[in-house]
C-alpha cells in the first residue's frame, strides 16, 4: 500500500520516539490494570513497533498485523500476520487484549468500521479486552481529514462508545487522552502544543516555510479517545 509505505519512509526525531513509548506505556498499564491473566496481546497496525517493544519488556506474547509488509518486516522476534482490516485472519478467542492505536478512522465507512471492531472482539476471548485510541473530531476539527489523507470515517467519544456497546462490550475505561497524559496536564499540553504556529500563512507542505515536524508535534498532543472494552 502506498500511502503506508509514505508513513514508514518518515524520519522520526528521538523526542517523537519519547513521546510514543511513553503512550505506548501508559496504554499497556492500563490494559493490565483491567485483565487477568495477561498473556497474549494482539496489535493491529504496529507501525515501528513501540508497543511491540513495551510487551515483549513485560514478557508478554505479542502477535501483529498489518496491511504494510514493510512494517512487519521491521519487527524482530515478533509474530506478524500480513491482514488488510477488517478481516482479521486469526481464530476467535485467541487474544487476551487486541489493540488498535489510530486505526480505525482508517476505514473507508461505517460498515467497515463496524466489521472491525467485531472482529477485534471475536479474536478476544471471553473477558478479554478490546482496546481502541483514536482521534478526536471534535478537537481536531478540519485538521482530521488534513493531517492524513486515508482518514475516512470520523471518530469522537460518543461515537465509539456507541459502537462498544452495539459489539457487546462491556465499557470499562473511556477517556480524553493527549499521547500520555490525561486531565488537565493533557489538556494544557494540547492547548500548548496548538498554539505553536508550523507555517507562515499561505505556506503550502513544500515551502520552507513550513515545517512538518512542528506540525506533526501538535498533532501528537492532539486530544484523543481512549477506550476498552471487555467481551462478556
Not at 515501528?48 to 504494510?68: E, S
Not at 488488510?84 to 481464530?91: C, I, N
Amino acid at each position: 500500500m502506498p500511502f503506508y509505505d509514505f508513513w514508514r519512509n518518515k524520519s522520526v526525531t528521538a523526542l517523537g520516539r519519547s513521546w510514543t513509548r511513553q503512550a505506548a506505556r501508559y496504554t499497556l498499564g492500563r490494559i493490565r490494570a483491567n485483565v487477568t491473566p495477561l498473556k497474549h496481546i494482539v496489535e493491529i497496525g504496529p507501525g515501528r513497533g513501540v508497543f511491540m517493544q513495551a510487551c515483549k519488556a513485560a514478557c508478554l506474547r505479542y502477535t501483529a498485523l498489518d496491511a504494510n509488509l514493510g512494517f512487519l518486516q521491521g519487527l524482530d522476534h515478533a509474530a506478524t500476520v500480513h491482514a488488510v482490516a477488517p478481516q482479521l485472519p486469526l481464530g476467535e478467542g485467541v487474544a487476551d487484549a487486541v489493540v488498535a492505536t489510530h486505526v480505525i478512522e482508517h476505514l473507508p465507512d461505517m460498515p467497515r468500521a463496524t466489521s472491525f471492531l467485531a472482529e477485534m472482539a471475536r479474536i478476544t476471548r471471553p473477558g478479554g479486552l478490546v482496546v481502541v485510541t483514536a482521534p478526536d473530531l471534535l478537537w481536531y476539527g478540519g485538521y482530521f481529514y488534513d493531517c492524513d489523507y486515508s482518514h475516512n470515517f470520523p471518530t469522537s467519544a460518543r461515537r465509539l462508545h456507541q459502537m462498544f456497546l452495539d459489539q457487546r462490550l462491556e465499557v470499562v475505561c473511556l477517556e480524553y487522552v493527549f499521547n500520555h497524559l490525561t486531565g488537565w496536564p493533557g489538556v494544557l499540553a494540547g492547548l500548548g502544543a496548538r498554539m505553536i504556529p508550523y507555517a507562515a500563512p499561505g505556506a503550502l507542505p513544500t515551502s520552507a516555510l513550513y515545517n512538518d515536524r512542528i506540525y506533526k508535534s501538535r498533532l501528537t498532543f492532539a486530544r484523543g479517545v481512549f477506550i476498552i472494552g471487555r467481551r462478556v
